[in-house]
């Protein structure tokens, strides 16, 4: 009998180690923290509209309304009060349309502590060593403000663990411009709390692949071209009258078959994403947000989203007689997959 179950201990430790050898678990982002990056992001950019759709996501997959609160509260350190309070009434506003789990409660530090030696501690521990520096001396002030607010007040909360809560940090920092020097030293603080460098890749490339505000209504799902397209794309027609122009928004990876504009070529404004444009027979190239594109009659072509980004484009029809659009084969995976 014992010897039974010592032997089935060795078997499941064994298969343990080789599965843990060969699935990197460590790696892999779980859903818990997949979603606070998308709500951190999106509350970071300010999309409503997107971060709306990601609260309820993040409620019905588990995370608590609490959590998601800390979240919001934690980024305005960040981001400013507008930010965080903008996000936190989308929220509120979630809540009172459905019942949600509400969580551990995040709770306030005593009146009587040392705020500046709380905080001092903890930053001191999130950095590895202790932060200074030429700034903090020219001004004191914020320097009191980030040991005894951000690392005393808002670390010492509980709800969410360090490691949480550089989650959505990185994940607000990297969605906003200018503050690379600020990403780069939360990277590093992410690490010291024991997230991989896979993880934070992860992270970053889970950012870069949410959908883009965008100045023109991203409009239905593409159905009635889904023959010519490979993945999901979206049309706006913003003018059938004069000049046939459209909004077309492709997510990450999807693209148009190959195809020729007889008659009329195709002028495309490249409104935001990355994605690319290739011409039959010479390299792709790729376009990014304020690229033109002109497109000429006859010439065999297509245009899409890069592999991680989505992509939108406006599409102008150059006006002729007798123009029509001829359909051809499918970009292939092998040829695309060759794109960055
Ligand atoms: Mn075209």
Redo the contacts with the bound molecule.
């Keep these: 009998m014992f010897k039974k179950s010592f032997i089935s201990v060795l078997v499941i430790a064994f298969m343990l180690f080789i599965t843990g050898g060969s699935l990197m678990a460590e790696d892999i982002l779980s859903a818990k923290a997949k979603n606070i990056v998308l709500i951190s992001s999106l509350s970071a950019k300010g999309d409503m509209e997107n971060l709306e759709n990601a609260v309820k996501k993040g409620l019905s997959e588990g995370l608590t309304v609490n959590e998601i609160k800390e979240v919001m509260t934690q980024l305005y350190a960040y981001c400013g009060f507008p930010r965080s309070l903008n996000a936190l009434s989308v929220l509120l506003k979630v809540t009172k349309e459905g019942t949600y789990a509400q969580g551990e409660e995040g709770k306030a530090l005593d009146e009587n502590v040392s705020k500046n030696e709380i905080g001092t501690k903890t930053q001191t521990e999130l950095a590895g060593a202790p932060v200074k520096g030429e700034l903090f001396e020219f001004a004191p002030a914020i320097d009191a403000y980030l040991k005894e607010h951000l690392f005393a007040d808002i670390f010492s909360r509980g709800v969410l663990t360090r490691s949480e809560r550089e989650i959505a940090t990185i994940a607000a920092l990297s969605s906003l411009e200018g503050v690379e020097s600020q990403l780069n030293s939360h990277i590093n603080i992410g690490k010291n709390t024991g997230l991989t460098q896979a993880q934070i890749d992860e992270i970053l490339k889970l950012v870069s692949m949410e959908p883009k505000k965008q100045i023109f209504a991203i409009g239905n799902k593409n159905d009635a071209y889904k023959d010519y397209f490979t993945g999901q794309s979206y049309l706006n027609p913003l003018t059938i009258e004069q000049v046939k122009t459209s909004n077309v928004t492709f997510e990450p990876g999807c693209r148009?078959n190959w195809?020729i504009?007889h008659k009329g070529g195709?002028i495309?404004l490249v409104t935001s994403g990355r994605g690319y444009y290739q011409e039959w027979g010479k390299p792709a190239q790729e376009l990014k947000e304020g690229d033109v594109v002109n497109?000429p009659p006859e010439v065999k072509?297509?245009?899409g989203a890069a592999p991680d980004s989505w992509f939108s484009h406006i599409?102008i029809e150059v006006p002729s007689k007798k123009g029509s659009?001829q359909w051809l084969e499918k970009v292939s995976d092998e040829e695309y997959s060759k794109l960055k």
């Design positions: 148009n195809h504009h195709q495309l497109i072509h297509w245009h599409a659009t």
